[in-house]
């Protein structure tokens, strides 16, 4: 049996392989139509470095001018001489455009469901199924929706992992004044077409050794529920803590679901409301308000924030002002309008 494979790049495309057993990693990838660069194939040049972000490998040779003890220990690898051994994903920092890889998937989908949360949240349900093999993601990552009836495209987090019927989930940020956000209140029914590409970003779950916090923003939640559905399944027990963060508490959203995570994963949730009406009990303001640097402290930790910029600079400046040194740090920043980022 071989091995799923996704091959992400500094552009934010990402490709999915199947790499055969004791097959090395460079000749599945071009015998797949991704050519990595190369000039040696022996281990020495470096040219085909990459690093392994989630996943089993081994190496056949590398020399030590090519990657060092340090790298090797970061997980760096040449794609030359690595020969996977489970499912992986690996991050190669240049464009994928150096590989003739060509372009991701682009596929007809049907809206299923729209939920209306909030006058400032939705969730949109659609149905991927016209893509006959299941579609492979990363969780964390996104895609592109072009709007019906316009040129204009927006991109959304995954809220789910990939699965076998291409059943497909978006949380989404209700503008005043917005191209998808007036499709949604104004013409968005049941059965209508939707084009997605797919998959996008290097937004998504590296490999799992530690305790994780997960700091989401308003819609920035849909990321998190992705990578909180492959956690589940893969029977996950280290501690993970989530801080959800929303303007009011009407604006929650997947409430029950996370709950569920709670009875299945060493799970805890803390939902923190920016503008509190009289009756929340639960924690308010700011997100960075209610980290505690004595729990984060004891033990190191991965972080991943997704949301708007200012939550984002916000914790990052909590963080170095708070002088912790123990964890590995991820984000993705959502923007309004703009189709290169993940929009709110």
Excluded at 108 to 123: D, G, N, Q, R, Y
Excluded at 173 to 190: A, K, T, W
């Amino acid at each position: 049996m071989g091995h799923s494979v996704a091959l992400n790049f500094a552009d934010g495309k990402t490709f999915f392989i199947s790499v055969n057993n004791n097959e090395l990693l460079l000749d599945a990838a071009i015998r797949q139509g991704i050519n990595i660069p190369l000039d040696c194939r022996e281990g020495v040049c470096g040219t085909c470095q990459g690093q392994c972000e989630s996943g089993q490998y081994e190496l056949d040779y590398v020399d030590e001018d090519a990657l060092s003890e340090r790298d090797l220990a970061e997980r760096k690898m040449l794609a030359c001489q690595t020969r996977v051994k489970s499912d992986a994903a690996f991050y190669f920092d240049h464009s994928s455009d150096f590989c003739n890889a060509g372009d991701t998937l682009k596929i007809a989908s049907v809206v299923t469901k729209v939920e209306l949360v909030s006058e400032t949240t939705a969730i949109l349900h659609v149905d991927a199924s016209s893509h006959t093999e299941q579609l492979q993601y990363l969780p964390g990552q996104y895609a592109r929706l072009q709007i019906p009836g316009s040129d204009e495209w927006r991109s959304y987090s995954f809220a789910s992992q990939p699965n076998a019927s291409n059943q497909l989930q978006f949380l989404i940020r209700i503008l005043p004044d917005g191209v998808m956000s007036n499709y949604l209140r104004e013409r968005c029914q049941v059965g209508q077409t939707i084009l997605l590409e797919a998959p996008l970003g290097s937004f998504y779950l590296r490999e799992v050794d530690r305790p994780l916090v997960f700091v989401a923003g308003g819609t920035g939640l849909s990321a998190f529920l992705g990578m909180l559905d492959r956690l589940d399944a893969a029977e996950h027990k280290l501690p993970i803590q989530l801080y959800y963060g929303v303007n009011t508490e009407l604006d929650l959203c997947e409430q029950q679901r996370l709950q569920s995570y709670s009875e299945r994963l060493n799970f805890n949730y803390q939902p923190v409301v920016g503008r509190p009406s009289a009756d929340w009990v639960g924690k308010a303001g700011f997100i960075h308000e209610h980290l505690d640097q004595t729990q984060l402290a004891e033990n190191a930790f991965d972080m991943y924030l997704c949301g708007p910029p200012p939550m984002i600079e916000a914790v990052k400046s909590w963080l170095e002002s708070q002088s912790l040194d123990n964890y590995r740090l991820y984000s993705e920043k959502f923007l309004q309008s703009n189709t290169a980022q993940v929009n709110a």
